[in-house]
């Protein structure tokens, strides 16, 4: 199995930048495509952005893009969530996601990861 954790999570005031990392087990990690999710109490899981399992190709979400940057380390067994420009509407516990190459549900669902970290609040002022 593969197992994520989540940090670099914290409270930022609007127009601030925080980055947070997954630390991925497992050595298949390089093998997996990675997303990152959001979730704002009482609202439905949301997503942000999923990467390549190479670290090619990100799909960001409009609400995100040229904002967020998302980047993955297979040398490192890490994926990035660069954040920059944040509003108070990105308040939600952020989630990053792991999808292995035999899951073929959309990758901007939460059907298409099989793997979930615990979750990191980013809480943003206005």
């Known amino acids: 199995q593969v197992q994520l954790v989540e940090s670099g999570g914290g409270l930022v005031q609007a127009g601030g930048s925080l980055r947070l990392s997954c630390a991925a087990s497992?050595?298949?990690?390089?093998?997996?495509?990675m997303g990152w999710f959001r979730q704002a109490p009482g609202k439905e899981r949301e997503f942000v952005v999923a990467?390549?399992?190479?670290?090619?190709?990100?799909y960001y979400a409009d609400s995100v893009k040229g904002r967020f940057t998302i980047s993955k380390d297979n040398a490192k067994n890490t994926v990035y969530l660069q954040m920059n420009s944040l509003k108070p509407e990105d308040t939600a516990v952020y989630y990053c996601?792991?999808?292995?190459?035999?899951?073929?549900?959309?990758?901007?669902?939460?059907?298409?990861?099989?793997?979930w970290g615990q979750g990191t609040q980013v809480t943003v002022s206005s």
């Open positions: 497992g050595r298949t990690f390089s093998g997996y495509a």
């Open positions: 996601a792991a999808r292995p190459p035999y899951n073929h549900y959309p990758a901007v669902r939460p059907a298409g990861y099989n793997y």
């Open positions: 990467i390549s399992a190479s670290g090619s190709n990100p």
